[in-house]
């Protein structure tokens, strides 16, 4: 057993959480709806993105990748959570792994390492998972994103973002076709994507743990500056007992994180898949627990728009339906476990 | 034991039925605090209910009020949730204020302007470095030779925005302790000295204001009782803040409750047995709290700790939040992709439990005043 | 709307209280699970419980009662379960109601209502509700009842009582048919079934307000008095928050008992039942929540034999448990409210 | 990152599997604290697994120990939960305190009787007056000329009924404030002036016992480490005590879902969906469980706060909580009515926000210690 991070994923750790403040911090959520940022970066931190490899990160060599390991991939997303980053690389991300699990050729791909080509991946109505084609479907994490493609290879233009609660990811609607960039694509074997599936999960637990843990250390900061009745609120045993929970809540999603992504790579792919339902399950819960929990903490300021503490409760709610919240998942571990026979 | 309305109170609910089914259609549309017509729109309703003899009825008849019970109040607020209408204005805490404390002069002056909604009112408590620990107030009053000069900035001020006048706590005794030091001033919000900036809520809500005062000199006329007696008039206020309104609150989650279940009976929230069941548990939670509220309502004037608005703030707080996430999770992913109200409703009621007093310090009110336990 | 107790009833619940408090004076919980004393009470007490109506509170004149309404029994019931009332007063009182709406013969009632028929209620084996035969039955609240009807109007004999959580009351297996005493009972019309099952869950209801309320109030004494940290326990924020929000609970499950109660007497039949399914699922949830809070709020002594907190949590597990916990009547609710066309 | 066994820990894992597979049978039965037949089963169990070197593996082997890491500890604990044998000793914060502050002489006289089973042990820490606040606890050892004289009163000291020395923590500085007063001593427990209350749990458990000494003569020589050390000794068997053991608990509690699990597949536990989602839902808090004791273990030795006992303990109620709450309602009114082992295991899971520091107090250790909030 070697549970951990290696001084090579601190590393990256590091950088990555860098570059995430930086371009985090060139984004305005305005002073309140009407008045947010786009979430399409500028070419110029777009290229910051593509200079850093995270488009590329986890594509394998022969496809322009850096063939990272799922735990490194995670350890970035944790850092684009733990920032609010608004520009679209978990979307990259998800949408060139389903690419490649689904065959595309080695250029389609290469383009994406290269951050020439900008995908996003298509989710169906619910958010559940994958749209099984373009109709219905919705570009998640699409913002900048100039195609989606769907299983059948069609390329598609995007529409204008729909209106989300998240205000730091895009989702937008497949348009028309594209149909001089459509590619080749293949049904992926159960196992291709039962990984799949196990990648994409644990990428939103990251995001998760990012979320929830900068949301924590921000409630734990204001809750050690802000004073009522002649002393810090964080010096009140009822904050204490809040933020301790979910200092509980944030290390045990951490935990959950960690064995998810070594799943990945490292389990047969049903039980990755279902270590990865597992972590879901449980980040979805404790992400937007420990969410409210710092609206709490920071008591009336939170609820402003222009407190930070919103913006990390729309996204953990985001990620939290994204690809299945706790009750979906839990409602297939259900089956697995209880069925007759099981 | 009877839940049911005396024949006096069903006589007086039949009229307000009567009178909303012939006038809510004309005054209705548009109330709200999110542009100019909305506002305009929302003192069209007041007023149109005011004329109606439907504002403040628990005030004396002297005042403008018809000298019935809180009960008349609860009926009222309960009604309109139940006709989907808009609420009424928020302002019997005020008028009882006024109406208890201020002179007749004042009373004179500002009554039949509060009451009849044709001016606009805020109340100026919380400050930045007041929230919950209001005692510790520091904008100040100074005395001059007629009247006051205040200084200082309020926030979560509702309404400040549009009101025609503010009742403001403030410190006039800076000799005395926290507060024994406050005084409640009837400030007019056109005085020069005066600035008012929005505040933007969370879930784009623009009904609160931060407003700032310099140097606004006040006539000693506009005192409300007498200089260092502004937190108990506070206090006062406070039990008449909640208990009705706390019925038209109830009435507006039973709303909410009700859409969510034809919802799911009709198809549109597609729901397995997991998420019916959660929403049966919190009509239960609703259910139980619509009973619970109309019990405190009238057990208030009782010794009976089930008085306590805390016991009802907290316990509301507990169901509306647990309303809003099975909501939200029975609109799945439209909670977070589409039309905004849904996430935005959710939004507001998890600031339920910080505004009005947050969570932890109403527990302590309840655990001290209520069980006495002990003081740390 | 007059909500409250009036004079009488508050008159009523001090007197039963008074005698509830000095018959679990005379009942002793040993030193042990394996040193209870039985449940069952003294002819001497028996004699006091008789004296004082209890067993004929709810019974029609004409059946040798008192015709009390609901919440007259409402407000004993809630005192039996403050004072842990080993003697099987609530048994006698269901098992009374049931054969009230089973038509059972004046003399029978009369007998009971006189204390000379000590009967318990026979409930299905998963204590849900009335049993629909004595097969399988289980005697509920039985201590020293010598007797349990079927729906038939077959007389039973009962079995020794079986190891139960609740250390204050004991259920039992009917056993041998006792055909001399066998009666004439009908099937219930629906409305007088609802009527009876509302009475019931009511019951349940008052019981575990009294029993919550106790145990809180103990609580409450306990933190008041013992000091850890050189100040009483009751005076730290972390105590003060659950006592608080127990508190709440206990406001409105008394809240949801007066409603009930009054609509047992007062509304149509399935209305009542209704508010009753609604008001035990409420009540079985925060009343259990309660005695578990209180059992934390007495720290270690809180686990100790000798202490009074695992009786009162005891006795919740069991009302919750007895004619259906939150979960079976929350389904019940949501086949009434969610029903298409409901 | 690697959640798998190393070839090493594989080796000892399989060589602990094979040597429960052939011995497991003869020691397991009987095993328990109810009864006179129940320890002495318990000791020949203890016994057994010492003999075949499987207690205090991670001691250093000069002290009889293997010198192995943590893990293995862990291993063993993880192993016989697996295998449904009963817990190994819970002797190795014991030991590591004796082995790490006693004198030579003393190392030399207890530990071969603690590891290898021969004595059993108790630990005297907690008061009637010293719970949570173990730092005013009182009983009090004076020092005379060759020892110390104990007087004061011990509570919850597990297996004190049956235990042949207690290790003790007591004042012998009455001058020093709180915890700088206090001393660890070996005291043997059939020395005169002690006596042993059992106490009786809620669940009918028998393990715990109150201890009394009454002017009992302590020798200098089982003094462990200094006067005035005891404290230090205390904090350092903390960080013993859990870590591994927690393993072996969670284990447990996995062998408690996983009956449940079975119980509703074969239909012996009637599971609607509500309640077999219910189920998954303890399941994935009690995997998550599973995947933080075994980080929480191997990052023991970093700054990192997800290492802290306190987190783990925490996480650990919080599921175990759940968990016996959906398998008490899946037997339904079997959990009141029938055999009481389901309602006792219940209630004993209520006891873990208590027993080893309150949930509170470890929230409060949480706060400060590990996120920095203020004291109070």
Partial sequence: MQIGLDPEQRALGKASGALAADLASGWDRGRGPSDVASAAPSDADWARIVEAGWPALRLREENGGLGAAAVDVAVLVEQLGRHSVAAPVIGTLVAAEQLQALGAPAETLEAIAAGELRVAPLLDAGLLGFAPSAEGALAWDSAGATLAYAPDGSAHALGEPLPTADVTRSVRRPGARVTDRDTALRPPAGDDRDRLHAFVLTLLVADLLGTMSAALDAAVEHATTRTQFGRPIGSFQAVQQIAAEDLVSVEATRSALYFSAWAVDALPPAEALRAARTAKAFASRSGVAVCQDAVQLFGGIGMTWESPAHVWLRRAQTDRTSFGDEHAHQAVLADLDLAPGA | ?376
Wanted: hydrophobic letters at 40%; aromatic letters at 8%; proline letters at 5%.
């Fill in chain 2, 1 to 376: 034991m009877d839940f049911s309305d005396s024949p006096d109170v069903a006589e007086f609910r039949a009229g307000l039925r009567a009178w909303l089914g012939e006038h809510l259609a004309t005054y209705a549309d548009g109330v709200g605090y999110d542009s100019a017509e909305g506002v305009a729109a929302t003192h069209r309703w007041h007023r149109a209910l005011a004329a109606a003899g439907y504002v403040t009825v628990s005030l004396d008849p002297e005042y403008g009020g018809r000298g019935l019970s809180d009960l008349y109040e609860a009926v009222v607020n309960e009604e309109l949730a139940a006709a989907g209408a808009p609420p009424p204005p928020p302002i019997g805490h005020i008028a009882h204020a006024v109406a208890d404390f201020a002179s007749a002069d004042l009373k004179a002056r500002v009554l039949p302007g509060l009451l009849g909604c044709t001016e606009s009112w805020c109340q100026g408590f919380s400050e930045p470095g007041a929230g919950s620990d209001l005692a510790a107030l520091s904008t100040t009053a100074t005395a001059t030779d007629d009247g006051f000069v205040v200084n200082g900035q309020k926030i979560w001020t509702s309404w400040a925005m549009w009101a025609d006048r503010c009742l403001l706590l403030c410190r006039t005794e800076p000799d005395q302790a926290r507060h024994r030091g406050l005084s409640m001033l009837v400030v007019d919000m056109d005085t020069p000295g005066i600035t008012r900036r929005e505040i933007t809520l969370a879930n784009g809500s623009r009904e609160f204001a931060e407003v700032f005062f310099d140097d606004v000199p006040v006539p000693a006329a506009n005192l409300v009782g007498e200089r260092g007696q502004g937190w108990r008039i506070a206090q006062h206020m406070l039990t008449y803040e909640r208990g009705p309104a706390d019925m038209g609150w109830t009435g507006r989650l039973g709303n909410v409750l009700a859409a969510a279940q034809e919802g799911v009976r009709s198809g549109r929230l597609p729901a397995d047995d997991v998420l019916r069941r959660r929403l049966a548990a919190v009509a239960v939670d609703a259910q139980v709290l619509s009973w619970h509220v109309a019990r405190s309502l009238v057990d208030r004037s009782s010794a009976d700790p089930g008085s306590s608005g805390s016991i009802d703030k907290l316990l509301t707080t507990r169901v509306e939040q647990e309303l809003y996430a099975v909501v939200g999770d029975l609109n799945g992913a439209a909670q977070v992709v589409g039309e905004q109200r849904p996430f935005n409703e959710y939004l507001w009621a998890r600031a339920q439990s910080i505004y009005g007093g947050t969570q932890q310090i109403q527990r302590q009110i309840v655990a001290q005043r209520l069980l006495g336990l002990p003081r740390g």
